[in-house]
């Protein structure tokens, strides 16, 4: 698995599998860890002893480099208890598009926050889109700041008719009344929705 398959946790150089349970076919009944631990070439998972400590507890002992715990219960249910940390990665790095990038840089959202500790592969594939988005982003502002700059400004009637014909007039109406143009620029570059 390791490096190669990671999806959220980094595992090292850690390669295997690890046996968390088995049932019998024939009799539908789980074999008991005492006969696990008796077959060769499987690793078993780590068991814990709880002595009914709370949900909100497990799951605030859970180490940042841990995915989390499954919970098997008396009467052999079992269930996930998965860390803060792992969510929060497993939400950026699934839920990430060309569209939630271009929605936390348009809205100012610190980049680096969002992206720390996700996997180097991860982290170049989104940094690679920032940066794209960053690149058209600073092409537009400034050839319009420049443009804008050329454009005679004493008379209202002839700024109106050579702003009208640029691509983006609202950016030199904007410039013009002293506004803030980014969020003008943003809705301009705003991508389709594609996942990264």
Do not use: C
């Not at 005492?34 to 060769?40: F, I, Y």
């Not at 443009?147 to 030199?172: G, Q, T, V, W």
């Not at 620029?185 to 929705?193: A, G, H, R």
């Amino acid at each position: 698995m390791g490096g190669q398959n990671r999806i959220v946790v980094d595992y090292g150089d850690y390669e295997g599998l690890v046996l968390l349970g088995a049932f019998d076919t024939k009799s539908g009944f789980e074999i008991s860890r005492t006969e696990l631990e008796k077959l060769d070439g499987f690793e078993l998972v780590t068991t814990y002893k709880t002595w009914n400590e709370g949900y909100d507890l497990l799951k605030k002992e859970i180490n940042k480099d841990k995915e989390g715990y499954v919970i098997r219960f008396n009467n052999g249910f079992r269930m996930k208890i998965k860390g803060d940390e792992y969510l929060r990665l497993h939400k950026v790095m699934t839920e990430v598009s060309t569209k939630s990038v271009w929605e936390a840089l348009s809205n100012g959202d610190d980049m680096e926050n969002l992206l720390k500790d996700v996997p180097d592969e991860f982290y170049t594939k989104i940094k690679e889109y920032e940066n794209e988005l960053m690149r058209e982003f600073n092409k537009i502002k400034n050839e319009y700041t420049w443009y804008f700059f050329l454009i005679p400004k004493e008379d209202k009637k002839e700024f109106a008719l050579i702003a009208k014909e640029s691509n983006h007039s609202s950016i030199l109406f904007n410039m013009l009344n002293g506004k803030d143009v980014d969020s003008i620029i943003w809705k301009i570059i705003q991508p389709k929705f594609k996942k990264l």
